[in-house]
């Protein structure tokens, strides 16, 4: 029987409470949250299914060993401490990924450069060669995190971020992150029993996500390949065998998603992904100016996209905005709308509609809200709830 371990599932800011809720529905066990991570135990097949499953992760790490360091030559020290035979040899590629929150250490280009000698030169004592640097395809993905004075060192079983899902070869300009887009719809409240729809649906990552929720698919089936693959106690059998199972669950929704966009290459390159994922038989897409339309669907419909915003609008901010209120005033009564926004003064002020909730969440490093408004009928069009 596997042993458990302590695993760490990176996330984006304000997503923490969904990954450690879509961890516990897996059956993870000791889940905590912290800040853009979530930590948890289970076994190695946990793992793999973790990677396969989660919605809501950037990379699932296993730690592997845990110390405080006084300075640069005590990381490069207590680096070598460790039997580096144990994961890999000299045979494979390796990368190192640093992140530091220290006064003392600043530097996480340094501290990577530190990691990398001390690894290399614990081979070359050893066993007279040393493995290779590979940068963008590594066989071992080693994360070196430090915050204050405590460093911990962890494999990355993810390899490539969990966002690179797989169905996606066509993009627009700035096109929203998969796992930024999952977080979102996750945070809108859908979860399949209502019909869903992007107005401004650019290459169709929100109704890919969407349509993935709605029919219980794991979030990374179509990705090629995962960092643990290259593990020397990598087990394909196993792996197999978790697979196969959650493809078992995947059922079959009978609710509507749709989205449109004003711009034929979008809706094109939204085709072609929604192809490449195998979602045709779910999502309609359709060449229509948001400006111009009305919910097309129904009641019951969760709306939800990512208009322009920040350095992507060239445009009048405020007659953009006004004209966004505009139009869910007039086409989309009783729906529950969601957008998301880095324009706050110029952009939401001009709506002209009651949020009834703001949630701050980051695009990148940019800040932004992902903000409701619940569009009722007749004259009670705004409700403010608490």
């Not at 990398?116 to 995190?145: C, G, Q, T």
């Not at 060239?314 to 086409?331: A, D, H, M, Q, S």
Request: positive net charge.
């Amino acid at each position: 029987m596997e042993e458990n371990f302590k695993m760490t599932a990176k996330t984006l800011f304000g997503f923490e409470s969904i990954l450690a809720n879509e961890l516990r529905r897996l059956g993870a066990m000791s889940v905590k949250e912290g800040v853009r991570n979530v930590t948890f135990i289970g076994d190695k097949g946990f793992m793999y299914k973790a990677n396969l499953a989660l919605r809501t992760a950037i990379r699932i790490l296993k730690p592997i060993k845990k110390f405080r360091i006084y300075d640069e030559h005590d990381l490069y020290k207590k680096i070598q401490q460790i039997r580096w035979e144990d994961y890999f040899h000299t045979k494979n590629t390796f990368a190192i990924e640093a992140a530091v929150h220290s006064e003392k250490f600043t530097h996480s280009h340094y501290i990577s450069l530190k990691t990398k000698d001390a690894i290399v030169d614990y081979f070359r004592d050893r066993y007279n060669e040393r493995p290779s640097i590979d940068l963008r395809h590594p066989d071992m993905m080693i994360n070196i995190h430090i915050k204050e004075d405590q460093c911990t060192v962890s494999l990355d079983s993810s390899g490539s971020s969990l966002h690179k899902r797989g169905y996606r070869t066509a993009t627009n300009i700035a096109p929203i992150n998969e796992v930024f887009a999952a977080g979102l719809i996750m945070l809108s409240g859908y979860n399949g029993s209502q019909n869903f729809l992007d107005p401004m649906c650019g290459s169709g990552t929100m109704l890919i996500e969407a349509a993935m929720i709605a029919n219980n698919i794991p979030a990374n089936i179509n990705r090629p390949e995962f960092g643990f693959e290259k593990w020397a106690d990598y087990d394909e059998d196993l792996f197999n065998l978790i697979h196969d199972s959650l493809l078992k669950k995947i059922t079959s929704s009978d609710k509507k998603i749709m989205g449109f966009d004003k711009a034929t290459s979008a809706v094109r390159k939204a085709k072609d992904n929604i192809k490449n994922a195998g979602l045709e038989e779910f999502i309609t897409v359709e060449k229509k100016d948001f400006f111009d339309s009305e919910n097309p669907i129904g009641e019951n419909t969760i709306v939800c996209f990512n208009p322009p915003y920040g350095e992507r609008l060239e445009i009048n901010v405020p007659v953009f905005y006004r004209e966004i209120g505009n139009t869910l005033k007039k086409g989309y009564t009783g729906t529950n709308v969601w957008f998301i926004t880095s324009d706050f003064s110029n952009g939401l002020k001009n709506v002209g509609l009651r949020t009834s909730r703001k949630i701050k969440v980051y695009n990148g490093k940019l800040e932004c809200r992902f903000v409701k408004y619940e569009m009722y009928k007749g004259t009670k069009k705004i409700r403010k709830t608490e």
